[in-house]
T-cell receptor
Framework: EAQVTQNPRYLITVTGKKLTVTCSQN?????MSWYRQDPGLGLRQIYY???????DKGDVPEGYKVSRKEKRNFPLILESPSPNQTSLYFC????????????FGPGTRLTVL | QKEVEQDPGPLSVPEGAIVSLNCTYS??????FMWYRQYSRKGPELLMY????GNKEDGRFTAQVDKSSKYISLFIRDSQPSDSATYLC???????????????FGKGTLLTVNP
């Protein structure tokens, strides 16, 4: 089944404790991106990747890192999480870019205490 | 002024009603326009996609783009309880170098269709 998977689905952590949210797609898509969704603010793009080893900032990249060492994986790294990073995070992928249909993962609910 | 404005609602309609959802935008460079539907506790899924002005129809759904007014709409005919979800508009553009990979979403409109 073609899909985007994220892990973990739910995470509660404390300020400053490094964490990684994994994202994997099995559709051989070139483009992958991370979004956060907050009430009243909607979906905002954090980082995106056009292909292996090619990444760039979205609209809200502060406090996040990403890497794209393999085509199928695009982990989101929070080196020192803070409470303002409490949010619902979505990973998405598409065939070549933003003009293609974005396939979203199921979301990761992160709470930073 | 935010690049994409969307009335968050909530919008509540009776089953069978015609629903109109709208977004306005300020960036005249936007050329790809999409509507995503997001059910509660799920990721968004693409509903409609267009890159030109005018109407595009798919079953009970019609997407309308008016580039001169910087306005896009999604119409749902004969709305069903299963249409109850959050609807997000999204748009993007390609710069002169042929690359731009940001996608900008509206805040989403929560729609409830009552049986």
């Amino acid at each position: 089944e073609a899909q985007v998977t994220q892990n973990p689905r739910y995470l509660i952590t404390v300020t400053g404790k490094k964490l990684t949210v994994t994202c994997s797609q099995n559709m051989n898509h070139e483009y992958m991106s991370w979004y956060r969704q907050d009430p009243g603010l909607g979906l905002r793009q954090i980082y995106y990747s056009m292909n292996v080893e090619v990444t760039d900032k979205g609209d809200v990249p502060e406090g996040y890192k990403v890497s794209r060492k393999e085509k199928r994986n695009f982990p989101l790294i929070l080196e020192s999480p803070s409470p303002n990073q409490t949010s619902l995070y979505f990973c998405a992928s598409s065939l070549t870019g933003i003009w293609d249909e974005q396939f979203f993962g199921p979301g990761t609910r992160l709470t930073v205490l | 002024q935010k690049e994409v404005e969307q009335d968050p609602g909530p919008l509540s309609v009776p089953e069978g009603a015609i629903v109109s959802l709208n977004c306005t935008y300020s960036n005249s460079a936007f050329q790809y326009f999409m509507w995503y539907r997001q059910y509660s506790r799920k990721g968004p899924e693409l509903l409609m996609y267009t890159y030109s002005s005018g109407n595009k129809e798919d079953g009970r759904f019609t997407a309308q783009v008016d580039k001169s007014s910087k306005y896009i709409s999604l119409f749902i005919r004969d709305s069903q309880p299963s249409d109850s979800a959050t609807y997000l508009c999204a748009m993007s553009w390609v710069n002169s170098g042929g690359s731009n990979y940001k996608l900008t979403f509206g805040k989403g409109t929560l729609l409830t269709v009552n049986p």
